[in-house]
């Protein structure tokens, strides 16, 4: 494995760059950003990157707005259930394989949505922004922290309008959540509590097997592979959906829910950078992820915490759920649900399932007719409005970008169980390990690495 290039700082992100080799900047497209104002009747020209899997409900939620035109699709798999069904049903979009020749050939378009695999986010979004492009982005934003700080970075020189996919924020039941804790319902906040103990459908703690597969002839795994090392195509291991599984591809567990699962904990109580992260969990496998991982966040409190530091705590794992004495008033006798979390507050406590309404304890102390109901929003035609300069996002990179910097310090953090790994967010620094901070970025295949803002 080729050495990882080490950030130390903010401030030196041009030597950064140089230590990643992009002299070549092989994937930099033409930079350059426009607000383009929308005449009354003019549509978004929509282009969407990674067209299968969840690509499919962004692209239909995205499109669900009358002001969009479905302008052209990319995918790397031509088969139905990828480029197949959405080319079936935008028939006038133009079809790629490759999203870089997409982007020679965007003029035209105003937004690109990326449901690619993680590891393929930043490479395209970056791309995308640099053009002057909206985006809209899966969650989580990057595959690592220095991809998102490069997100913010980019979004906001480019002025144009982000949204990351954690369309849960939207729904009412997140909403809602958020409300009962800004109306103080719960008081100010002493720990948070977030867990996610489902089985996850994906290769976990595994070496990988030998050998290798024939590639169907509806896949083009060397653009699959993109960035990432090279190797072998192996059914089902990878390509689709399994790749979450991986190191080189995915973030784990914690990758996977964590910017759903902690985005109304975030929202709520406001947080920022943590200030430092510490982890148990077994050690890792040379390639994927673990099966199950606990991580002790500390963030500066905020006006909504008790303190001056909050602890937050993640787990995971199967059948994985927070002790019962840390939960606050929520009663032994309730059942906490698979995944969510438990904010415990100096007059109650608050239960947010993933995916309910959330739940105030004492019971009594909070009769249901009291209790605020925050109606949903459309996540993403409140980006395609917000793109035509008509509405605001919620989750835009300046919000999504430092909580997916948190969930990713996250898994740094798994990759050193027992070590308390010390944050310095404004030197993008963790400073005491400079093993841990190697993994802030990562080594990217030649030809194929990013161009930073
Ligand atoms: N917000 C949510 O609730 C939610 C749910 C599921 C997945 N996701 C996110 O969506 C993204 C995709 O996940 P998935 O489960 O759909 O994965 P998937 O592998 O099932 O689908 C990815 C799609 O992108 C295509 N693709 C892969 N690489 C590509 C490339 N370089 N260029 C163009 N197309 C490419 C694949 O062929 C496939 O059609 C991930 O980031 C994941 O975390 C979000």
Not at 82 to 99: F, S, T
Not at 215 to 232: D, I, K, T
Not at 363 to 391: I, L, M, N, T
Request: glycine share 8%; with cysteine.
């Amino acid at each position: 494995m080729s050495p990882r290039p080490t950030p130390s700082r903010l401030t030196t992100r041009r030597q950064f760059g140089k230590q990643l080799g992009l002299a070549s900047a092989a994937i930099a497209l033409s930079a350059g950003s426009y607000s383009r104002v929308f005449g009354a009747n003019e549509r978004l020209s929509v282009a969407s990157v990674g067209t299968g899997g969840k690509g499919w409900s962004d692209l239909l939620g995205v499109a669900a707005s009358p002001a969009v035109r479905v302008a052209a699709l990319c995918d790397i798999d031509s088969s139905k259930p990828h480029l197949g069904r959405a080319a079936e049903k935008y028939p006038e979009a133009k079809q790629y394989a490759d999203w870089r020749k997409l982007m020679d050939e965007s003029k035209e378009i105003d937004a690109v949505i990326v449901s690619t695999p993680d590891f393929m986010h930043a490479p395209v979004a970056l791309v995308a922004m640099q053009q002057g492009k909206h985006v809209f982005c899966q969650k989580p934003l990057t595959h690592t922290v220095y991809e998102a700080r490069q997100m913010q970075l980019a979004a906001k020189k480019n002025n144009v309008v982000t949204q990351m996919g954690n369309q849960i924020q939207s729904h009412s039941a997140y909403r809602t959540a958020v409300e009962m804790v800004h109306s103080g319902l719960i008081g100010k906040v002493k720990e948070v509590h977030s867990w996610q103990s489902g089985t996850p459908a994906w290769p976990r703690h595994i070496e990988r097997p030998e050998g290798s597969d024939p590639v169907p002839s509806h896949v083009n795994w060397e653009l699959w592979q993109g960035v990432a090392p090279e190797r072998p195509y192996k059914e089902d291991l990878y390509h689709p959906f399994a790749w979450r599984g991986w190191q080189d591809y995915g973030t784990g567990q914690l990758g996977d829910f964590g910017c759903h699962i902690l985005d109304p904990v975030f929202k709520s109580l406001e947080l920022t950078a943590p200030t430092q992260l510490v982890a148990e969990a077994p050690p890792l496998k040379p390639e994927t992820w673990t099966d199950a991982a606990t991580v002790r966040y500390v963030f500066p409190g905020t006006e909504r915490t008790a303190g001056e530091t909050i602890n937050v705590t993640w787990y995971d794992g199967v059948g994985v759920k927070p002790p019962r004495e840390v939960l606050g008033d929520v009663p032994a006798s309730y059942d906490l649900p698979q995944a969510g979390s438990v904010l415990v507050g100096e007059k109650g406590s608050l239960v947010i399932p993933h995916v309910a309404m959330p739940k105030l304890f004492p019971e009594d102390k909070y009769p249901e007719s009291e209790q605020p109901k925050v109606e949903a929003v459309d996540h993403y035609v409140q980006w395609a409005d917000a793109c035509r300069g008509a509405d605001t996002t919620t989750s835009a990179f300046d919000y999504s970008g430092p909580l997916t910097e948190a969930v990713l310090l996250g898994t740094i953090g798994i990759r050193f169980p027992g070590e308390t790994l010390q944050w310095d967010s404004a030197q993008l620094r963790i400073a005491n390990s400079d093993a841990a901070q190697k993994f802030l970025s990562k080594p990217y295949r030649k030809g194929w690495e990013p161009s930073w803002v």
